[in-house]
C-alpha cells in the first residue's frame, strides 16, 4: 500500500497497517534501543501484550528531558549505519540530534514527497527554497530530497534577503515558494518598495512552515489573511518536527494537516495521558514508524492541537490536525490570564503600529509569570504608543511592558549566532 493510498483507504485498514508497523517498532525498541529497553523492564512491560493502538495506553510516554539527557541511549543502530545528523534548534531547552540511516533518509523523502503531493505539487512546479539547507537543519534536506523525488524544479537560495528573492522570482520564474509566512510579509514589503507587482509574478502557491496562519477553526489568521490580501496565492500550512521525522501537511482544502498513517501513529493527549476527543486540545504524542536510526515510542511533542476525524473534502479519510495552539511548557499565566505565545503572535501581527516584535517572559521577585514585549514601532510618536498600549489592554485585558526598540536591534535579538530561525519568543523564567 502506497502512502497516497494509505491516507484515503478505510480507518480499519488504516489501523491494521498501523498496528503491524507498531509490533515491528516494538520488536525493534526492546532489541536494539538501551533507552526502551530499561523502560520496559522498569515498567514491567510484554511487549507481546501489544497487539493494538488501544494497547498503546498501558505503555509509558518519553519526553523531551528524556531525549535531552538521554540522547545517546535512544540510538537503535551502530555509528557506522548513520547517513545524516540532523538536530533539534533548542527552543524548548538544549538541541537534541537525531541520528539517520539511508532507509530514515529513504522515508523522510517519501514523507515530503506525500506532503507536496498533499499541497497540489507536481513534476511541473519549481519551488524556490527561502530557508535554512544547512546547519543539521532537517527541514532543509526533507523539502529538497522530496522535491527531487517528485521531480519538480528546485532553487536552493536560502532563509532572508528579500532583494535577492525578488529577482530570483522575476529571473526563474518558479510557481511556488516555501518559507516562514512573516518572512513572507517582508517579502512583500520590499516587492511594494521596490515597485514589484508580486500578483503579475510566476508564484501561485506557498507552503507555510514553522508559523500558524490559522486558527483553530482553520480559517486565515491575522498573518495569513495579511499575506492573501496582498498576494492572491494559495497557502499550504505544514507542520512537523524534528523528531517525528514526519509532516503533517495541508491539502487544497485547507482545513488541517493530514497524518501520514504509515509513517506515524498521533495521539492526543489529555493531562492524565489519556486519549482526548475530536475537537479537545489534546498534547500531540507521535509514535513513529519504519525509523531504524532513533525511533521514538509515545513521544511527547509540547505542542498543544485539535484534530479532526471526518473524512476530508479533498477524499483523504486520514485523521487532521490543527494549528498549534501553544507549546505546553510556553504557557504563560500573566495577572491571572493565561496565554500562549501564538495567540500574542496573531494579535501584534494584526496592529499596522507594529512593524516587528519578539515576547520575553520573565519571573518577577515572588515568582510570577510576568511579559515584556520589545516592539519595533511604525513612529516613535506619542499617538502610535497610545494605539498600542490601547490595544493590548483592550484584547488582553492586562497591560504587559512594553519597550521600543529600532529594527537593527530587534534583529539581533531575533538572529542570535548560529540561530536557523527568527526567535520570536524567549523564555527567561526560573
Known amino acids: 500500500m502506497s502512502l497516497t493510498t494509505a491516507t484515503h483507504t478505510s480507518p480499519d485498514n488504516v489501523k491494521q ?95 515530503e514527497y506525500n506532503s507536496f503531493l498533499c499541497a497540489d505539487g507536481s513534476a511541473e512546479d519549481t519551488y524556490q527554497l527561502m530557508l535554512t539547507l544547512d546547519r543539521q537543519f532537517m527541514a532543509g ?78 480559517s486565515l489568521s491575522i498573518l495569513g489573511r495579511k499575506i492573501t490580501e496582498n498576494w492572491n496565492i494559495k497557502l499550504f500550512s505544514t507542520y512537523a518536527s524534528t523528531e517525528m521525522q514526519t509532516a503533517f501537511t495541508e491539502c487544497s482544502a485547507g482545513q488541517g494537516g493530514h497524518l501520514q498513517p504509515e509513517l506515524v501513529i498521533v495521539e492526543l493527549l489529555d493531562e492524565n495521558n489519556q486519549p482526548v476527543v475530536a475537537g479537545k486540545p489534546g498534547e500531540v504524542t507521535i509514535t513513529t514508524l519504519g525509523v531504524e536510526g532513533m525511533p521514538l515510542l509515545r513521544y511527547k511533542t509540547g505542542d498543544i492541537c485539535q484534530f479532526e476525524d471526518e473524512p476530508c473534502a479533498c477524499g483523504r479519510t486520514s485523521l487532521r490536525l490543527s494549528p498549534i495552539i501553544g507549546r505546553k511548557k510556553q504557557m504563560i499565566k500573566f495577572k491571572g490570564t493565561t496565554l500562549y505565545p ?30 515584556l514585549l520589545h516592539l519595533v514601532p511604525a513612529d516613535d510618536s506619542k499617538a502610535c504608543d497610545n494605539k498600542i498600549r490601547a490595544y493590548l489592554q483592550a484584547r488582553l485585558r492586562v497591560s504587559p511592558h512594553v519597550n521600543y526598540i529600532l529594527a537593527d536591534e530587534i534583529k539581533k535579538i531575533q538572529f542570535p549566532e548560529a540561530s536557523r530561525k527568527a526567535i520570536k519568543f524567549i523564555d527567561r523564567r526560573a
Open 342 to 371: 501564538p495567540a500574542l503572535f496573531d494579535l501584534l501581527n494584526e496592529m499596522d503600529e507594529v512593524l516587528d516584535f519578539v515576547v520575553e517572559v520573565y519571573s518577577n521577585e515572588i515568582g510570577m509569570d510576568e511579559v
Open 141 to 218: 534536506i526533507a523539502y529538497y530530497s522530496g522535491l527531487r523525488k517528485l521531480g519538480a524544479g528546485i532553487i536552493r537560495l536560502g532563509p532572508g534577503v528579500p532583494s535577492l528573492q525578488l529577482e530570483t522570482i522575476l529571473r526563474l520564474k518558479p510557481t511556488a515558494i516555501v518559507a516562514v509566512p512573516s518572512f513572507i510579509l517582508k517579502l512583500i514589503q520590499a516587492a511594494k518598495d521596490a515597485g514589484i507587482d508580486l500578483n503579475k509574478t510566476s508564484v501561485k502557491k506557498a507552503v507555510c512552515i514553522g508559523e500558524n496562519i490559522r486558527n483553530t477553526d482553520f
Open 17 to 111: 497497517l498501523q498496528e503491524q508497523k507498531l509490533q515491528a517498532l516494538l520488536r525493534h525498541l526492546n532489541l536494539h534501543s538501551p533507552f526502551y529497553k530499561e523502560l520496559f523492564n522498569k515498567h514491567g512491560i510484554d511487549i507481546g501484550a501489544v497487539k493494538t493502538l488501544k494497547d498503546l495506553t498501558n505503555l509509558p510516554t518519553t519526553t523531551k528531558e528524556d531525549l535531552q539527557q538521554r540522547n545517546d541511549d535512544f540510538l537503535c543502530v551502530p555509528k557506522s549505519q548513520i547517513i545524516e545528523y540532523a538536530s533539534t534548534s533548542g527552543t524548548l531547552g538544549s538541541p537534541v540530534t537525531i541520528a539517520l540511516t539511508d532507509n530514515d533518509l529513504n522515508r523522510l523523502t517519501l514523507n
